[in-house]
């Protein structure tokens, strides 16, 4: 019973990796990484594995070989094959234009040099600000996987921005209210007021 489940699987898997490659051919994926073509190929992979399975479970019977065994395996396609590229430079665009009119991403471009460095790594606002930065470049270069990644969800970015501003927000606040006396120049002073106040008496 265990091996017939097994063999029903493997035309089921198959027929899951033909629809799976179709579905990239056309609509394309989600990966953050790699492009459309790379992901086709290894779906490519999975169905020739699948298909070499079959063979050496059902061999020369024939009768056993479901349907999709016969279909054509896909062919090769270029690795860098980006599926909607059209739409995806539009929705890049469309996000940049978000990322730059963003009060929040204004805001920490505005005050960043009122951070020191360890704050402003404590709040990664050089990440966040990258992400504008690193889509511009992707737009400029042609990088439609790091576009893909800002075109299908600029909401999570612009939520970034929100996060980060706040967090600036604090730390400046939290500088305001430090006393200069604190401070070195304020102690010199205090100390040169003190010096005056003994030679008036």
């Known amino acids: 019973m265990g091996k017939k489940k097994e063999k029903e699987n493997l035309a089921e898997e198959l027929a899951k990796s033909f629809e799976r490659w179709e ?3 056309e609509h394309g994926g989600s990966d953050p990484s790699y ?6 190929n290894l ?6 594995y699948y298909k070499n399975r079959m063979v050496e479970e059902y061999g020369r019977d024939y009768e056993k070989y479901p349907e999709i065994f016969y ?30 009119s963003d009060p929040n991403f ?10 020191t460095e360890k704050e402003a790594k404590q ?8 992400y504008a930065s690193g889509l511009a470049g992707a737009i400029r270069d ?12 600029p909401e999570g970015y612009l939520e970034s921005f ?25 102690q010199l002073s205090l100390f040169q007021f003190g010096m005056e106040m003994g030679q008036r008496r």
Do not use: S, W
Request: with cysteine; hydrophobic share 40%.
């Open 43 to 48: 779906v490519r992979n999975h169905i020739m």
């Open 123 to 130: 709040i990664c606002l050089h990440n966040v600000l990258g």
């Open 71 to 100: 279909r054509e395996v896909p062919p090769e396609v270029n690795e860098n094959y980006m599926a909607r590229a059209g739409e995806i430079k539009d929705g890049a665009a469309q996000a940049l234009e978000y990322y730059i």
């Open 23 to 25: 579905y990239l051919k």
């Open 106 to 115: 204004f805001y920490l471009l505005a005050n960043k040099d009122m951070l």
């Open 162 to 186: 929100a996060r980060c501003a706040t967090q600036m927000m604090k730390l400046i606040d939290e500088k305001k209210k430090e006393p200069e006396q604190v401070q070195g120049n304020g």
């Open 142 to 153: 042609g990088d439609l996987i790091t576009m893909r990644r800002h075109a299908g969800r």
């Open 35 to 40: 492009a459309d073509g790379t992901n086709m």
